[in-house]
T-cell receptor, first 114, second 116 residues
Framework: QQQVKQSPQSLIVQKGGISIINCAYE??????FPWYQQFPGKGPALLIA?????SEKKEGRFTISFNKSAKQFSLHIMDSQPGDSATYFC?????????????FGKGTRLHILP | DTGVSQNPRHKITKRGQNVTFRCDPI?????LYWYRQTLGQGPEFLTY????????KSRLLSDRFSAERPKGSFSTLEIQRTEQGDSAMYLC??????????????FGDGTRLSIL
């Protein structure tokens, strides 16, 4: 059972465009939704995260939109740059409990065309 | 600011051999997690520690796997009698657990294991 479903699997965007990655979750006990960015040969790095009591969070060019009733959230990368080319993982966890292991989606490989 | 450190970065071994990986978390972090990532997939949880206590183990962690965190600082993950299917990136993460709740996890760059 895949608890966090992510789409698309891969994405190609022109430089300056908007990259959008979508995720859906099943467990309503999740209370923390991070996005991780991973470059080849490196570990995942926390990019931005949101809790379900807000519908949107913006940090620089990165925005998370969160729809609690639909159990969906998405990452928007504005003015996408070649340096943003990486694999992005949405994830979920239960931060307010001891059981705060992260459940990851399968990832989206993003390529920004120069 | 010293991040999560993992050693070795790469390990190549023959099937049937034992391997051990080490993780040094961020110094003030009391929680330490191990994940496994196979090619083209997201990381999957294996186990985690709060201080020296191992609090949860995934069913992915067969009896050939053992993890320790003897003094609540660094941790080791050992795989005995390695199999082809063990080939993966093994990632360590740490966080500051506050009471019952947690804080964001920070990952190391992993140990890539290749089984010949």
């Amino acid at each position: 059972q895949q608890q966090v479903k992510q789409s698309p699997q891969s994405l190609i965007v022109q430089k300056g465009g908007i990259s959008i990655i979508n995720c859906a979750y099943e467990n309503t006990a999740f209370d923390y939704f991070p996005w991780y960015q991973q470059f080849p040969g490196k570990g995942p790095a926390l990019l931005i995260a949101i809790r379900p009591d807000v519908s949107e969070k913006k940090e620089g060019r990165f925005t998370i939109s969160f729809n609690k009733s639909a159990k969906q959230f998405s990452l928007h990368i504005m003015d996408s740059q070649p340096g943003d080319s990486a694999t992005y993982f949405c994830a979920a966890s239960k931060m307010k409990f001891r059981d705060d292991k992260i459940i990851f989606g399968k990832g989206t490989r993003l390529h920004i065309l120069p | 600011d010293t991040g999560v450190s993992q050693n070795p970065r790469h390990k190549i071994t023959k099937r049937g051999q034992n391997v051990t990986f080490r993780c040094d978390p961020i110094s003030e972090h009391n929680r330490l997690y191990w994940y496994r990532q196979t090619l083209g997939q997201g990381p999957e949880f294996l186990t985690y520690f709060q201080n020296e206590a191992q609090l949860e183990k995934s069913r992915l962690l067969s009896d050939r796997f053992s993890a320790e965190r003897p003094k609540g600082s660094f941790s080791t993950l050992e795989i005995q009698r390695t199999e082809q299917g063990d080939s993966a990136m093994y990632l360590c993460a740490s966080s500051l657990g506050l009471g019952q709740g947690g804080q964001p996890q920070h990952f190391g760059d992993g140990t890539r294991l290749s089984i010949l």
